[in-house]
Nanobody
Framework: QVQLAESGGGLVQAGDSLRLSCTVS????????MGWFRQAPGKEREFVAA????????DYADSVKGRFTISRDNAKNMVYLQMNSLKREDTAVYYC??????????????????WGQGTQVTVSS
């Protein structure tokens, strides 16, 4: 079973940048689609970004397109979320998620089976 651990969250000001990291252990990262999700206080968890096993395919929520970039390093078992031009509405707990797959294709957003504990990102104005 794969284990996920997020890091890199913190308190930043609007307009700043932050990079989240997800350390993956227990299985080979190249066998998983990886995603980032977030949950703000009082709101449901929402999709942020996803990346296919090879890294060739990515997908983003409209609210973060052009500002966030998801990437992965399969050799290091790491997944990243680079967040630029942060806004107050980006404040949330960010979760890393994994979807076991045999094909190099992004899955439906509700397909993720493995989740990390989350890391808090707070953006102040």
């Amino acid at each position: 079973q794969v284990q996920l651990a997020e890091s890199g969250g913190g308190l930043v000001q609007a307009g700043d940048s932050l990079r989240l990291s997800c350390t993956v252990s227990g299985r080979t990262l190249s066998a998983y689609n990886m995603g980032w999700f977030r949950q703000a206080p009082g709101k449901e968890r929402e999709f942020v970004a996803a990346i296919s096993p090879s890294g060739k395919s990515t997908d983003y929520a409209d609210s973060v397109k052009g500002r966030f970039t998801i990437s992965r390093d399969n050799a290091k078992n790491m997944v990243y979320l680079q967040m630029n031009s942060l806004k107050r509405e980006d404040t949330a707990v960010y979760y890393c998620a994994a979807d076991r797959t045999l094909v190099d294709r992004l899955p439906p957003k509700n397909s993720y089976d493995y989740w990390g504990q989350g890391t808090q990102v707070t953006v102040s104005s």
